[in-house]
């Protein structure tokens, strides 16, 4: 497709432009897309702000940042025309983690984890542009009641349904999910809707554990601002009552909090599932109480990214056992992406989550 479009051009820290590109050109094994809504992430913050270097060879632009988005399809490559998988018009989100399918690790199955994988947004061009091009095995079709923006939080959503399989819910359980970010509040939707008897959502926000309220969370605690109606001054205790002492099931942390991550160990109980799925610092260190740990059998399991969780995603949001639509409070035009960045960074008015839209 011949043409201009407008990108985002992320070149170094605090320095990205609005830049008039050719629209790229996908090769047969590529699919071109007209993106219409692109989520901001953590991580784009952190690139542009140079507190993480890209994944490109040099860890520097010039780059379209942007992960986590949906669109149209507005070109096929030979190979996916031939397969009949995709054509103009398709409403799609994109799994911007796009693995070699040929290394040793894929071929074990372990596809977040391949040597070779290509990440949009991160290694090549992304969202934060009128047009972008994808492998075609990262296309996955919006169902028809799911709208563009709520497509573009399907990435997040999909590493939330990673961790909750991990987290191995049973009917019944007592389950704590510490961080009540966007990905924080879907995971605490998703393992109420996995079977989970009692969900506690944890942190240190009361806009943020609000929305959790209002998507559902019957529980919600603070347990740092002493002028919160949700104030508990002592975590572990409070779990302990609401559990006869046998604390908690399963304990989630969405965040990169050490704190976070070491107050999931106080609060769990016999043979409890603990999930670290946040970002701490590279130096950072967890402390376990290691004889307690295994005295009570406990399974510590990490998360990182979504394999295999795109498909279990969309149906989720499909069919309503996850409501994204309050997490997005706020929507920015491509060409104000810099404030909107900033405004995300500095959580101005209570922003949860900021969606950029076409």
């Given amino acids: 497709m ?6 985002q051009v992320f070149y170094e820290p605090l320095k990205m432009e609005l830049k008039e590109r050719d629209i790229p050109t996908p090769s047969d094994e590529q699919v071109l897309i007209k993106v219409k809504a692109c989520g901001i992430c953590g991580s784009d913050i952190a690139y ?5 270097p890209l994944e490109t060879p040099d860890g520097k632009g010039p780059l379209v940042l942007g992960h986590e988005y949906s669109g149209e399809v507005a070109e096929v490559g030979a190979i ?6 995709f054509k103009p018009g398709d409403r799609v989100v994109l799994d911007p983690v796009q693995y070699c399918n040929a290394c040793e690790i894929c071929k074990r199955g372990y596809v977040n984890l391949c040597e070779n994988k290509e990440v949009l947004g991160v ?12 492998h075609y095995t990262g296309l996955h079709k919006l169902p028809d009641n ?3 923006e709520q497509g573009a939080l399907t990435e997040p959503l999909a590493c939330a349904t990673y961790a909750l399989q991990n987290a191995s819910v049973n009917p019944g359980d007592f389950a704590v999910v510490i961080g009540p970010g966007a990905i924080g509040i879907m995971m605490a939707q998703l393992v109420k809707s996995a079977g989970a008897g009692k969900v506690v959502l944890v942190g240190t926000r009361d806009y943020r554990l609000e929305v959790g309220k209002a998507v ?6 603070n347990n740092k601002d002493t002028n919160s109606p949700y104030y508990v001054a002592d975590l572990k205790e409070k779990i302990g009552e609401m559990t006869d002492e046998k604390f908690a099931d399963v304990v989630l942390t969405p965040t990169g909090a ?9 609060i769990s109980g016999r043979r ?3 999930v670290f799925f946040g970002l701490p610092g590279a130096d950072d260190k967890i402390g376990i109480p290691a004889l307690d740990t295994i005295f009570w059998d406990k399974t510590i399991q990490f998360s990182w990214l979504a394999p295999f969780t795109w498909p279990t995603s969309l149906q989720a949001l499909a069919n309503g056992l996850v409501n994204v639509d309050p997490l997005v409070t706020h929507t920015i035009d491509l060409e104000n992406l810099a404030q909107g960045l900033s405004d995300v960074r500095e959580r101005k008015d209570n922003v949860m989550k900021a969606v950029v839209t076409m």
């Fill in 48 to 52: 542009y702000w140079g507190e993480s």
């Fill in 2 to 7: 011949a043409g201009k479009m407008k990108a």
């Fill in 146 to 148: 799911v709208s563009f």
């Fill in 123 to 134: 290694s090549a061009d992304g969202g934060f542009a009128e047009y972008s091009i994808s």
């Fill in 272 to 274: 409890s599932r603990i």
């Fill in 80 to 85: 996916p025309e031939k397969l009949g998988l």
């Fill in 258 to 266: 050490i704190s976070a991550m070491e107050m999931a160990f106080e």
């Fill in 216 to 221: 559902g969370v019957e529980t919600v605690i």
